[in-house]
């Protein structure tokens, strides 16, 4: 396997430059035809040849879908499975939009016990200097 995926079909003799991993078989051959010149792909351009037979299956499949009589009801039925998954992403949307609420107001209370512990600390340091001023 040589460079993205092209392979070599000549070999990788690391003395012969034409037949490193960078050279592309079907880029050196379309460098070496003259403009214009066109051939049928060969076993070794395959990497390169679209073949359309897969597409073409792939139609008749979807003709023969669609003049089906249960076409319609596997739409529909589609459809609502589609409808269902947003259903369960918005609840689960919401369900986390309510934890991270909830978060936040602990959050939130936990600052507020630390401001009132700090208040208390220093209200607690201030009285002992005054106590100990007055004696």
Known sequence: MGVFGFTNPK?????????????????????SKPAGAKSKPSAEDKGFYFDPSGL????????ELDSSKNAKLAY??????????QLEMNARSKQYEAMSDEKRSE??????????KQLQHSTNRTSRRLNMRIR
């Open 11 to 31: 070999g990788n003799d690391p003395k012969d430059d034409s037949k490193a991993p960078w050279h592309i078989p079907a880029v050196d051959e379309a460098i």
């Open 56 to 63: 073409e299956r792939a139609a008749a499949a979807v003709k």
């Open 76 to 85: 529909d039925i589609s459809k609502e499975q589609e409808k269902t998954k």
């Open 107 to 116: 959050l939130a209370d936990k600052q507020v016990e630390c401001q009132r």
